[in-house]
């Protein structure tokens, strides 16, 4: 079990970084949100695997339970990157609307009136 | 008045038992409860439900549910056999246009239901007046056979308990 | 027996799985990915529950009731994007 | 746990299983999209509905209390499965079935994937 | 208990919504709560510095104790650093105000609310998820921030800002998981407390967590190689933003700063010098990378975004020794930085806005030209470190502490031919900016006709309000000067405190709430969860 | 403090605070504004002064104020007789230059700002001379370098100046941060910052391995301020700043600088090899170098400039000697230089000011048009040249004496030869300067017709050239003040004996062959220039010019090149270098045995394993076809859910289901404004590469997991097993951790989820008010192949499934604190459920039929979770402290009320809020783009006709804006 989960962050983590590295907004998206599976499940991980052991309490028996802390951690992280990825999402369609194209890297800062010799003026 | 506070009775009834499936445990606490948010819904999701569509003949609606039950569990063990048995070469697969007499946008929605969870038919789409509905039919040998069917064994009991 | 009946239900719903992602890996066409990843969403709540039987517990009814409704409204909404561009328009 | 309580829910499990199974399979069998389309909605519907009996007879009959959650999931999946296929099935349609291929409507209005509703002609613009 | 440590997290954080929510379509009610949320802020930022004086106090949210809640620590880092937030909070939000710069989009002033909460509160915790969580709430309203008023460059600046900073977070969360799983705790006092007595075989796993924690915390420090993020966002950020912006780097500087000699310092055996030996190097070229820009940098705002990227890289080299007299250096330089950015930044506002462009070719001359040119003369030589303002004392204060025989001479290196092509760059600047042109010499002079010596005759001339705020941080940059004494007086007890590990921890663990469970605590940490956990047998729990 | 050495410091401190005066006073007028900036400068002098006859009695003055102590900086002074007589130069000349100043600067120039630099500067070099401690000199170093960048820039209209003051300020700033470097390490050595105590350890510093370093260092500070070969060609650069400022800075003071530093640290370092060969070689070098150039300048700023390159050389190289006597000469010609070359600095501007040009050529035969200013000019050149009876005169002697009898690398030739040469091209650019200005006949071809200046204007080289005879007719009266600074210099005291006839000397032959030597020269000058015109020779501004473009150049590539905007740059870099770190870090130490046993895979879970690596792969082989990636981007979503509920925990399960489908959502409206397919950009090696890099990263995650999974651990949380019940009041101890134990951390996650909704409102209004509204209208973003926008069969079917559903979202929020659910997965179910009404009938529609301020509500879900925590303040407990209680009403059975359900629905209210306001916004683009709103819920009711005719109730739609 554990080697599954291993693996399958690890299988997010690549995917999601090969994603973000690409050159478009809507790839980097979707790379982004594959790392934050990986991450959340990563996270959730630290608390150890276990199985049938939810960390709700029973009052009648004295049960083992799995740690609810990384729970409650990668809830947290959730709806955070729930909100990060709803503005990313929304900055990139202004991008894409104010611009030709959803390309993420920006242009060449030069723009007309720069004088590249005023450099050498000094 | 009355409108205003229960805008749709069955639905507050069906909510309050959906609270009571919810909670798995019937107390008179929870009976409460349920029915305060079976009225309170209601009331909030009104204005997207602006018209109360009629209902009557409760045996006929039973009855009609029987049906329909039966009907799925043919239908499913038809479907089942025919893609575990049948070639693929085999399957004749047809369009069916079923005219509708039913107005009610309830009634037709039932139907379209109906249609798709029993046998071998899908409902793909309506007319854009809603009087017809577009069914395919997985295998067929009898089109016309199966509009009929459709009509004879669905439609009629629809029209009687919506209309 | 119960158990054995369980784990020959769990295979059953897993090969679906199994088949439901042969589907949404090939297609071809967009409206077989949605339908395969609608069934994907009934088995899982078949798994869901068989695996509430198998634990005895009803803790994770919750989880099964959110993905029926949850499978729906994502269904819905892949197929009005492809239908008409804006969701909710 | 009575022997007949476990041989009962056995069996329904074993059908949803089954059910379940059959309905998926039709998923890659099937030819076409349309054909495929009734495999789900059906086979699975009733594997789906036999696990939810299983699972209410088993807390029932072996666990000892009655469990109402297995009907809503029942109700809700009643409720949207053909919603569900109504709108794949549009879907499909409107990217490879052309209107002349599918039987007419019987009114003066065509399939509403194709034509508009009435009055809604000068809805454009 | 004092409640007041979490009033500087709690005010904006209400005070935001309201702005936000009610206010929004009133702008002038919208600044009065803004400057007065704002003045309180600083008032309570006062209040929290005088009473910082002595051992680090403890707020134990929810009343439960460390580790086990979430607690505030106010020491004499943190109540500076909420004291810098909310000064520079105050001259930025007084521009953005005097400048209408609030009224150019929505919601300015609600986001600058959230920034100053998620900052303090970054500043004030104890706890490493929690300031994860305050991370993300400064960054995402930095992004709103970021993207004010809108428009091509900057929101396409923007999207790469939300991106890399997306990619930050989620290895912040890597490195939280990593430290959760090596130490089981969250706290950061737990954490100094539970590192140095892990057995030797989890050292690995330490290692690995700080190592990612210094890339978390250089990313928002803008250390190289991850750096490049900040030219492109500061130069097309709302000028007063990226004067508030000032503040952001340093948060990623205060947490390595905290973090770090907290959990990771040179004496834990799992780390050693690992981290000193990492931040040295990135922090030097950083360091490089920060002048190389300048004097090669064709407009304005980037030349000033890149003169802060080498600012860090100063204050960086003096943490990365991880010693009391580099961390008061450190500190000073960090407190004088901040003025620096914010003055230049100011200003490039008030000449760019006028000028219309931050090109720096020769162009007419703007209104006050000799008024601007002196504020950037000031600020230049601040930022550059010349004498006699706190720059130049700041880095001689560094170079004093960099002694170390391998560090030395590359630490002094950078940082003199750093401050040399620093003062280049921006000499260029300046007098491109502010020196009259003339047809004279055949340098090139702007087409247009209109005569180069004019200013146009449009341009606004800007108010009092709108050059106080400048003035006031070349103002703070004479104070941090003339009162370096004391302050580095104050600093060099900071830092003795920073490095104080044992007083953080038992200030933090020692005190609190008294705690209810606390043998039942040792009986559940006996009884752990995870390590008894039976292979999936079935249970029969029951629903309650 | 003594009153004396308050009296120091006021001396210090006067320039700085006259420095205020000038500004204001200019309103009053250009005298008054004169006079009173020489009122503090006078002052001063009349101050130090005062302290003379004690200094010349060896006293040395001290005061000290505390500045920054940790550094070891002080505000510390000491006034002794180097520091006396630099101090006395500076505010003598300081006082003139005011008065020459004054006439000198037409009425257009702003003579406010003038006399503030001025001041400054002024301030700036008294702080040099009279600095107590290393790193305070080091401050008002690189403020003579400021000031006098201002300075040199004054005239902002003429690029000479703007290039001139940048030059300046980049060689002499160069030099003084390399002395910083110096300074630090003489500190380091001495263990103190305090001059006194470094000079007082001479011996230590020579003997200390970093002495050379510290040397040279030092040396270069000296170097560059003054003017030394190879830094020299800064100086007549600096010509273009307006005369007083070349009389002042050029001459008198500021190149000074570096000689008197020197002269300064001389007891500290020299007497060396290293600094004899180093600074009496550099002095020598330019000493000849700058001779000779300044025969060549034609104009006669630039001829006076080279000529004090020249001097500073023979300075340079008298200290460099290190030995006594050199020191005496040195400090003998400082006084002499000064005189002579400020007196002809004022000169020239005299001349330049009259005839409007400093062009020699166009120069001639003003001995008769302004005699007096040929008089005081003649007789200072002949002092520059050497010539008797003048004060250059001895100074010179005393330097060829002290060459004679130097040996430089075993050869006793070179230097006097050398230094003979550098003599006969003194003699020759000084004869220039006298027969060629003022010789020769009366021209007619004058820019302007040149005639004496006012008497305020000629009054201070005038009282020079007093100075410059007399000093030279009975030099014995600059003995003393000779013997003061020396004594200084040296550390020991001096006896000086100025004479001007020391009897025939060696010197006095090599003087005279300097004399007839240039007189030759400039004879044969009109040759000799045309020669020199034609030679080949390296032009150091040029080389400076291109040196500095190319560093300019370089630094631009590299910045510009690295910093190209190329985000998948960024972020490889930034990935490639965690990773590498992290296996670093990891690899720096063993890591222990495992210690947990694994747990089985049971088949569902290979199955689901399977599906999520397939899946995961498909997104990334698909990710240009959005859509498809899309879809399996849910299944990823799905199976993830599923593995929380296997791994035991129920409350992730719900919340990643749900969050995923709001994700999708937003993506999908999001999507249909953009590209709907990603074009192929990079290349293979480029995918190649970021394969790699993904790889890693993904196997370094991988690994890192799989390690700790197998190890146990400590954890804290089992105190939070133990107390959710008790003290949470919560059996779901998830919740209870998110909403009491860590309820701040849940607090700041609402938060982020309102600014989310306020960015994104602000977004959209900032879009529709910008460039993309105009794209929008014109871009047709319809992709309907289908006509149908609301089917019937949906809007009914939402008629009964949203009510479930917004009954299942409060079923989720009430019992989370007890089971799985909570705030936040109700809001989001709450979300989805109006998601399918919105789906059913369109956003305006359904927006319409019932007005909700999703502001607001975001609003009133942070303002509740905070004020619920801000609750515990009444009852004196810290913030988020959660109170809850059991409540029995009879019949209903016991049920819980507990504040953190309070705190529960501030998150439900904030989520729901801000997923709304996302979809309102854009909805609202959408509208913009031109999308057409219906009126009715449903495409068409057919229980609403009438057969078919006519027009149905859904056929009206309008238009936003
Ligand atoms: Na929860
Ligand atoms: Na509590």
């Known amino acids: 079990m554990e080697f599954v989960v291993a693996s399958s962050v690890g299988a997010l983590t690549a995917a999601g970084v090969y994603l973000i590295l690409r050159l478009r907004a809507f790839a980097v998206i979707l790379g982004l949100a594959l790392l934050s599976y990986a991450v959340n499940v990563f996270l959730f991980a630290s608390g150890r695997l276990a199985i049938n052991m939810p960390p709700i309490l029973s009052p009648y028996e004295d049960l083992a339970y799995s740690d609810p802390l990384p729970q409650a951690l990668v809830l947290t992280a959730i709806v955070i990157s729930f909100g990060m990825t709803a503005v990313l999402v929304m900055v990139a369609l202004g991008a894409y609307l104010e611009s030709e194209d959803d390309r993420i890297d920006l242009e060449d800062e030069a723009e007309e009136g720069d004088a590249p010799g005023e450099v050498s003026k000094l | 008045m009355r409108k205003r506070l229960i805008p749709h009775p069955l639905l507050s009834i069906m909510l309050t038992l959906v609270w009571l499936g919810l909670v798995n445990k019937v107390t008179l606490g929870n009976l409460l409860l349920g029915a305060l948010l079976g009225l309170i819904i209601p009331m909030i999701t009104a204005p997207y439900w602006p018209d109360r569509p009629k209902l009557s003949r409760p045996f006929t609606v039973v009855r009609y549910v029987l049906v329909v039950l039966w009907d799925i569990v043919v239908a499913n063990v038809q479907v089942a056999l025919m893609i575990l048995f049948k070639r693929n070469d085999d399957f004749r697969s047809e369009w069916v246009t079923v005219p509708l007499e039913l107005t009610s946008p309830e009634a037709i929605t039932v139907l379209a239901g109906t249609i798709t969870m029993t046998p071998g038919t899908v409902s793909a789409t309506l007319s854009a007046d809603g009087h017809a509905i577009l069914v395919h039919c997985l295998h067929t040998d009898d089109p016309e056979g199966d509009r009929d069917r459709i009509k004879a064994r669905y439609e009629r009991p629809l029209k009687e308990i919506f209309e | 027996m119960i158990t054995l009946a369980l784990l020959f239900a769990f295979v059953c719903f897993g090969l679906g799985l199994l088949f439901c992602l042969w589907r949404i890996t090939i297609g071809p066409d967009n409206a077989d990915r949605i339908l395969a990843l609608d069934t994907m969403v009934i088995n899982v709540i078949a798994l869901l529950v068989l695996y509430g039987v198998w634990k005895g517990t009803a803790i994770y009814f919750e989880a099964s009731m959110l993905v029926a409704m949850v499978g729906f409204v994502s269904s819905v909404a892949y197929c009005r994007f492809i239908l008409r561009g804006d969701i909710i328009e | 746990m009575p022997g007949y309580a476990e041989i009962l829910v056995s069996a329904f499990i074993v059908l949803g299983g089954l059910f379940g199974l059959v309905g998926s399979f039709g998923l890659i069998k099937l030819r076409d999209t349309m054909q495929r389309l009734h495999g789900p909605t059906k086979a699975t519907t009733l594997g789906i509905g036999s696990v939810l009996i299983a699972s209410m007879t088993f807390f029932y009959l072996i666990k000892g209390h009655v469990s109402f959650h297995e009907l809503l999931i029942t109700l809700f999946l009643f409720l949207t499965a053909p919603i569900t296929a109504n709108f794949i099935a549009k879907a499909y349609i409107t990217r490879h079935i052309r209107e002349q291929d599918l039987p007419a409507t019987s009114s003066d209005y065509g399939w509403s994937v194709y034509d508009d509703p009435p009055g809604k002609e000068t809805e454009e613009g | ?214 890339v978390v915390f250089g990313l928002k420090a803008a250390l190289f190689p991850v750096h490049f993020w900040l030219p492109a966002t500061y130069s097309s950020a709302p000028a007063p933003v990226a004067a508030l912006f000032a503040i952001m780097t340093k948060v990623g500087a205060y947490a390595i700063i905290r973090v770090h000699s907290l959990a990771f310092g040179p004496d834990v055996a799992a780390t050693g010098g690992m981290i000193s030996d990492w931040l040295f190097p990135a922090a030097i070229i950083t360091i490089a990378v920060g002048a190389f820009g300048v004097l090669g940098a064709r407009r304005l705002m980037p030349l000033i975004a890149f003169s802060v990227v080498g600012s860090m890289g100063a204050l960086m080299v003096a943490v990365s020794a991880f010693e009391p007299a580099a961390m008061t250096a450190a500190l000073y330089y960090l407190v004088h930085s901040t003025f620096a950015a914010a003055a230049l930044f100011l200003l490039a506002d008030l000449v760019v806005s006028r000028r219309e462009s931050d090109v720096l070719t020769l162009r007419p001359a703007t209104v006050q030209n000799g008024l601007f040119a002196a504020l950037f003369f000031a600020a230049a030589i601040g930022m550059a470190g010349m004498p006699p303002l706190s720059g130049f004392l700041g880095k001689l204060m560094v170079l004093d502490a960099m002694r170390a025989p391998g560090q030395m001479p590359w630490a002094w290196a950078a940082i003199l031919i750093g401050s040399l092509m620093t003062i280049v760059g921006f000499a260029r600047a300046g007098s491109t900016l502010f020196w009259k042109p003339t047809a004279l010499s055949g340098e090139p002079v702007p087409d247009d006709g209109a005569d180069p010596a004019e200013p146009a005759p449009e341009q606004a001339r800007a108010g009092a309000a709108e050059i106080a705020p400048t003035m006031l941080s070349i103002a703070a940059l004479a104070l941090v000067t003339g009162f370096a004494g004391p302050l580095s007086g104050y600093m060099s007890d900071t830092s003795a405190q920073v490095f104080d590990r044992a007083g953080y921890v038992s200030a933090v663990l020692d005190g609190g709430p008294v705690k209810q469970a606390a043998e039942k605590d040792k009986k559940a940490e006996g009884a752990e969860p995870s390590q008894d956990a039976p292979a999936d047998e079935p249970a029969d729990g029951e629903d309650h | 403090m003594t009153d004396d050495s308050f009296s120091l410091i006021i001396i210090a401190l006067l320039p700085f605070l006259g420095a205020l005066v000038p500004g204001v006073m200019i309103r009053a007028g250009r005298n008054a504004c004169a006079i009173f900036t020489a009122l503090p400068t006078a002052l001063a002098l009349v101050m130090l002064l005062l302290h003379a006859p004690a200094v010349m009695d060896g006293e040395v003055i001290k005061a000290e104020l505390d500045w920054l102590p940790q550094l070891g900086l002080s505000a510390a002074f000491f006034l002794d007789g180097l520091g006396m007589l630099f101090a006395g130069m500076i505010l003598g000349v300081g006082l003139l230059i005011t008065l020459y100043a004054r006439f000198y600067l037409s009425g257009e120039d702003p003579m406010g700002q003038f006399y503030t630099y001025l001041l400054l500067f002024q301030g700036a070099m008294l702080g040099i001379v009279l600095s107590d401690n290393i790193l305070l000199l080091l401050i008002f170093w690189e403020l003579t370098s400021l000031s006098s960048f201002l300075l040199i820039g004054y005239w902002k209209h003429l690029p000479e100046g703007r290039q001139g003051a940048r030059m300046a300020l980049a060689v002499t700033g160069a030099g003084g941060l390399a002395m910083i470097g110096g300074m630090l390490i003489l500190g380091n050595i001495v263990g103190s910052y305090n001059l006194t105590d470094i000079l007082a350890a001479g011996e230590q510093i020579r003997a200390h391995e970093w002495y050379v370093p510290a040397l040279v260092l030092i040396l270069l500070g000296a170097f560059t301020k003054s003017a030394q070969f190879p830094f020299h060609f800064w100086l007549p650069h600096a010509m273009a700043a307006p005369t007083p400022v070349s009389a002042y800075l050029h001459s008198a003071t500021m190149v000074k600088a570096g000689v008197f530093l020197m002269a300064r640290m001389w007891p500290a370092l020299a007497g060396t090899p290293e600094w004899f060969y180093i600074v009496a070689s550099v002095g020598l070098i330019t000493m000849v170098l700058g001779a000779v150039i300044a025969l060549f300048k034609d104009d006669l700023k630039a001829l006076l400039a080279f000529s004090t390159v020249s001097h500073l050389g023979l300075l340079t190289m008298l200290l460099g000697f290190g030995t006594e006597a050199a020191a005496i000469a040195a400090v003998f010609h400082i006084i002499n230089h000064l005189t002579f070359k400020a007196a002809l600095f004022m000169t020239a501007g005299i001349v330049d000011h009259e005839a409007h040009t400093r062009d020699i050529k166009r120069l001639g035969g003003l001995a008769k048009l302004m005699p007096i200013t040929a008089v005081i000019g003649t007789i200072t050149a002949l002092s520059m040249a050497g010539i008797a009876p003048f004060n250059g005169f001895i100074s010179k002697e005393k330097m060829l004496e002290e060459a004679v009898h130097t040996v430089w690398w075993e050869n006793p030739w070179i230097v006097p030869a050398l230094a003979t040469l550098g003599a006969v091209f003194s003699v020759a650019y000084s004869l220039r300067f006298i027969f060629h200005v003022f010789g020769g006949k009366v021209r007619d071809d004058y820019p302007a017709k040149p005639h004496d200046p006012p008497f305020g204007m000629w009054a201070a080289p005038a009282l020079l050239t007093v100075l410059v005879v007399l000093i030279g007719v009975m030099p014995f009266l600059a003995e003393p003040v000779v013997n003061m600074a020396a004594t200084a210099v040296t550390g020991h005291e001096t006896h000086a004996h100025l004479k001007l006839w020391h009897g025939l000397t060696p010197a006095l032959y090599l003087s005279i062959i300097a004399v007839v030597g240039g007189a030759i020269l400039l004879a044969l000058h009109k040759p000799l220039d045309r020669a020199w015109i034609a030679a080949p020779r390296p032009e150091a501004k040029a080389i400076f010019d291109r040196l500095l473009a190319a560093l300019a150049g370089l630094a631009q590539r590299i910045s510009e090149g690295s910093h190209n905007g190329s985000m998948s740059r960024y972020l490889a870099i930034f990935v490639a270098a965690t990773t590498v770190l992290g296996y670093l870090a990891w690899s720096g130490s063993a890591a222990a045995a495992p210690s947990r046993e694994l747990l089985p895979i049971p088949p569902v879970v290979m199955v689901g394993w399977v599906l999520l690596l397939v899946a995961t792969a498909s997104v990334v082989i698909c990710h240009r076809n959005r859509f498809r990636a899309l879809v399996v981007i849910g299944v990823i979503g799905l199976i993830i859910s599923f593995g929380f509920v296997y791994l035991s925990a129920p409350d992730l399960a719900l919340t990643q289901i749900s969050v995923e489908t709001v994700t999708i959502m937003l993506l999908l409206l999001a999507l249909h404004f953009l590209p709907k397919a990603t074009p192929v950009e990079s290349g293979a090696a480029r995918r190649l590469r970021d394969g790699v890099i993904a790889l890693a990263a993904g196997a370094g995650v991988a690994a890192l997991a799989y390690v700790f999974m197998l190890r146990d651990v400590s954890t804290i949380s089992g105190f939070h097993l133990a107390n959710s019940y008790k003290g949470g009041g919560g059996t779901n101890v998830v919740n209870v951790i998110l909403v009491d134990f860590r309820g701040y951390d849940t607090y700041g996650e609402i938060i982020v989820l309102g600014i989310a909704g306020l960015i994104i409102f602000a977004l959209m209004e900032a879009l529709l008010n910008g460039p993309a509204a105009a794209k929008l209208r014109n871009t047709d973003y319809s992709q309907d192949r289908s006509r149908d926008r609301h089917p019937l069969m949906m809007v009914i079917a939402t008629r009964v499934m949203m009510p479930v559903a917004i009954m299942v979202g409060v079923y989720i929020f009430l019992r989370g604190h007890n089971q799985p659910g909570g705030g936040f997965v109700a809001g989001l179910v709450v979300s989805i459920a109006l998601l399918m009404q919105y789906m059913a009938s369109g956003f305006a529609w359904t927006q319409r039929r019932q007005q909700i301020e999703y502001h607001s509500m975001i609003g009133w879900g942070v303002v509740i979770a905070g004020l619920t925590g801000a609750g515990a303040w009444l009852g004196g407990k810290p913030f988020l402290t959660s109170g809850f209680d059991y409540y029995h009403f009879p019949p209903i059975e016991e049920f819980e009320l507990a504040t953190a359900m309070l705190f529960d629905l501030g998150v439900f209210l904030a989520v729901l809020g801000g997923v709304m306001l996302m979809l309102y916004s854009l909805s609202r683009i959408a509208r913009y783009a031109g999308e057409t709103v219906n009126v009715a819920p449903m495409d068409y009711d057919p229980s609403q006709d009438d057969g078919g005719e006519g027009p149905g109730k859904s056929d009206q739609t309008e238009r936003e804006r």
Not at chain 5, 17 to 31: E, N, Q
């Open chain 5, 1 to 214: 208990m004092n409640h007041w440590i979490i009033a500087p997290v709690i005010l904006p954080a209400l005070l935001a919504p309201i702005i936000g929510f009610v206010m929004r379509h009133d702008i002038p009610l919208a600044r009065v709560a803004s400057l007065a949320g704002t003045g309180a802020l600083l008032a309570i930022a006062i209040g929290l510095f005088l009473s910082a004086g002595g051992d680090p106090q403890v707020y134990y949210l929810g009343d439960w104790p460390a580790p086990f809640g979430i607690v505030l620590v106010l020491d004499k880092l943190s109540a500076l650093m909420v004291l810098l937030t909310a000064v520079l909070a105050m001259i930025v939000l007084v521009h953005a105000v005097a400048t209408g710069w609030d009224a150019r989009g929505w919601h300015f002033h609600a986001l600058f609310q959230f920034q100053l909460m998620g900052v303090i509160g970054a500043f004030l915790t104890g706890d490493v998820f929690n300031l994860f969580v305050f991370f993300e709430i400064l960054l995402i309203a930095s992004y709103g921030l970021m993207i004010h008023s809108g428009g091509r460059k900057r929101m396409r600046a923007g999207l790469q800002y939300v991106v890399i900073n997306l990619a930050g977070s989620t290895l912040f969360l890597f490195a939280l998981g990593v430290i959760y799983a090596a130490t089981g705790t969250l706290n950061m006092a737990d954490l100094a407390q539970r590192i140095p007595e892990l057995p030797e075989g989890e050292a690995a796993l330490v290692r690995v967590a700080a190592i990612l924690l210094l």
